[in-house]
């Protein structure tokens, strides 16, 4: 079985600043593609940013330039550093992995619990 644990969420205000993170613990052989989600309240889920086995990265238009994924492999760990926030980034920011086991076939894909970010005006 595999956890994904975050921390760092919080309540900033305007302009501020926040570094959310997310460890995966449990079987694991390899992580490949990690990537953070968020969701508002009455809105649908969405891409926020991702970063490739060899730390390739893409960013939501909404986030370029004050958002930084980046990742820790010998520790199993993606971090999302998010700068200038604003009122529109609160939403509660979700971790996913994908990764494969220890003797098990195949890729499969886990989320992390939430973390909620609250940005005031």
């Known amino acids: 079985q595999v956890q994904l644990v975050e921390s760092g969420g919080g309540l900033v205000q305007a302009g501020g600043s926040l570094r959310l993170s997310c460890a995966a613990s449990?079987?694991?052989?390899?992580?490949?593609?990690m990537e953070w989600y968020r969701q508002a309240p009455g809105k649908q889920r969405e891409l926020v940013a991702t970063?490739?086995?060899?730390?390739?990265?893409k960013y939501a238009d909404s986030v370029k330039g004050r958002f930084t994924i980046s990742r820790d492999n010998a520790k199993n760990t993606v971090y999302l550093e998010m700068n200038s926030l604003k009122p529109e980034d609160t939403a509660v920011y979700y971790c996913?992995?994908?990764?494969?086991?220890?003797?098990?076939?195949?890729?499969?894909?886990?989320w992390g619990q939430g973390t909620q970010v609250t940005v005031s005006s």
């Open positions: 996913r992995m994908t990764l494969s086991h220890n003797h098990v076939p195949g890729e499969y894909q886990y």
């Open positions: 970063i490739s086995t060899g730390g390739s990265t």
């Open positions: 449990g079987s694991i052989l390899s992580i490949n593609v």
